[in-house]
């Protein structure tokens, strides 16, 4: 079975590249020209430390590298005021909170996990896109506002969507491999004692019984 589920797992591992990167862009009606003029505001794309499956070290490691990076571009965003502090600020949560997911679903390595973090990633991207509407009025923070919710959504129903189709492909293989393994004791049963026993051994290595 967790042969069955890694496969799947390798399969669904595309996804979640594109998902990550989709949560670092923003929709053209949720930007203005104001935040992209101070790097505490722009999502931090450098490298970040990559977390080996079951790894508390790395782990451990990539949370304080996180909680560290989140301190200085908080203490940059002292340096503005008003809405754009606010922006700023919102930016620095939501930049901290993508690491620190990003490094416990690979830690965790497992579907559960990678969906829980898309789906609070998605939550921090909505509060940096609506304190954003803070820097417009009227009609125009209404569809802002609309727009900051509309994606949320739609990040949130595809992590959804993603990890059924995952766990549905999973099942399925899980099916085959269960039927071919009887197949194959099916087949055991031509011999006898250690031939036998050999074969039986040999079917449970293959299916992952």
Do not use: W
């Given at each position: 079975m967790n042969k069955v589920i890694g496969m799947a797992f390798l399969a669904f591992a595309p996804l979640l590249a594109l998902a990550q990167t989709a949560t670092l862009q923003r929709p053209p009606s949720t930007q203005h020209p104001a935040t992209a003029q101070h790097p505490a505001m722009a999502p931090?794309?450098?490298?970040?430390?990559?977390?080996?499956?079951?790894?508390?070290?790395?782990?451990?490691?990539?949370?304080?590298?996180?909680?560290?990076?989140y301190k200085a571009a908080r203490a940059q965003c002292d340096l503005l005021a008003s809405v754009?502090?606010?922006?700023?600020?919102?930016?620095?949560?939501?930049?901290?909170?993508?690491?620190?997911?990003?490094?416990?679903?690979?830690?965790?390595?497992?579907?559960?996990?990678?969906?829980?973090?898309?789906?609070?990633?998605?939550?921090?991207?909505?509060?940096?896109?609506?304190?954003?509407c803070g820097l417009v009025a009227g009609n125009d923070r209404d569809v802002c506002l609309g727009q900051a919710k509309a994606t949320r959504i739609?990040?949130?129903?595809?992590?959804?969507?993603?990890?059924?189709?995952?766990?549905?492909?999973?099942?399925?293989?899980?099916?085959?491999?269960?039927?071919?393994y009887k197949v194959a004791l099916?087949?055991?049963?031509?011999?006898?004692?250690?031939?036998?026993?050999?074969?039986?051994?040999?079917a449970k290595s293959t299916y992952g019984h």
């Open positions: 931090q794309t450098g490298a970040r430390i990559v977390v080996a499956p079951g790894s508390k070290e790395l782990y451990s490691q990539a949370k304080a590298e996180a909680l560290a990076a754009r502090k606010d922006i700023c600020v919102a930016e620095a949560k939501a930049e901290r909170v993508r690491y620190e997911e990003d490094a416990t679903a690979q830690f965790k390595n497992t579907l559960a996990a990678h969906t829980k973090a898309r789906m609070r990633i998605a939550t921090a991207n909505y509060n940096v896109d609506r304190t954003r739609a990040a949130e129903a595809d992590a959804r969507a993603d990890s059924k189709s995952t766990a549905a492909r999973s099942d399925a293989l899980d099916e085959k491999r269960t039927a071919q099916e087949k055991c049963d031509a011999f006898a004692g250690v031939a036998k026993d050999n074969c039986v051994k040999a």
